[in-house]
């Protein structure tokens, strides 16, 4: 069966540091791979998605990036937090070519401060 | 572009009592339908799943949907509300055409369950 990683599950930095979050997936190939940010009290933002290894689309302008090195690996980086990318982040997986699907991750609950 | 609502942002309900959360999408294609629960500091877990096969679909913990192509709708329902419900529910679309590889979500609703 398949199973999503996602870590760690709670996070706080100081503004200006740098973010490495990872997602992982296991008992799948070629999965879509996406990045959401929950704010608190709101819905699901979509920040990143990716169908393939370096293939990176990007829904909203902010200073987050995201990589995709290995074919089961999906990564939310930044080189300087804001205050403003505090949230809960969320990774999912969908089975390629399969209409839209997506299994999540437990989440990473960042607090910028 | 297609759109999901979900009415009522939050719903509370007595235990024992049916839950009803409303759930209406906008597109010119029959999507694909999804609803998801969240509960405090954790995922999305899928809930259920409408894939074009049988209009009433039924999911984990006793809740079911029906897909109705006439008014664009896609309620989740369960006969009988339980403490361990209380949770926020998402309704999310997939379009049956297209990349699809993209779930437009309602803004979720959040579910009370008083004893």
């Known amino acids: 069966s398949q199973t999503i990683h996602q870590w760690p599950a709670t996070l706080v930095q100081p503004v200006g540091s740098p973010l490495s979050l990872e997602c992982t997936v296991e008992g799948t190939s070629n999965p879509n791979l996406y990045w959401y940010r929950q704010a608190a009290g709101r819905g699901l933002q979509l920040l990143f998605y990716s169908v393939g290894i370096g293939q990176i689309s990007s829904e909203v302008p902010q200073n987050l990036s995201a990589s995709r090195p290995q074919d089961r690996q999906f990564i939310l980086s930044s080189k300087k937090l804001l205050l403003s990318d505090s949230g809960f982040y969320l990774c999912?997986?969908?089975?390629?070519?399969?209409?839209?699907?997506?299994?999540f991750g437990a989440g990473t609950r960042l607090s910028v401060l | 572009a297609q759109s999901v609502t979900q009415l009522g942002s939050h719903v509370s309900v007595s235990e024992g009592a049916l839950v009803l959360l409303r759930c209406n999408y906008s597109?010119?294609?029959?999507?694909?339908l999804f609803w998801y629960v969240q509960y405090p500091n954790q995922g999305l877990q899928l809930l259920l799943k409408?894939?074009?096969?049988?209009?009433l679909v039924k999911g984990i913990n006793g809740f079911e949907a029906e897909f109705k192509k006439s008014e664009t709708s896609f309620h989740l329902t369960k006969p009988s509300a339980h403490m361990s419900d209380a949770a926020e529910y998402f309704c999310a679309a997939a379009l049956s055409s297209g990349s699809a590889r993209q779930l437009t979500f309602g803004s979720g609703t959040q579910l009370t369950v008083l004893p």
């Open positions: 597109s010119s294609v029959p999507p694909y």
């Open positions: 409408y894939t074009s096969a049988a209009t």
């Open positions: 999912a997986w969908g089975p390629g070519g399969a209409r839209g699907i997506q299994y």
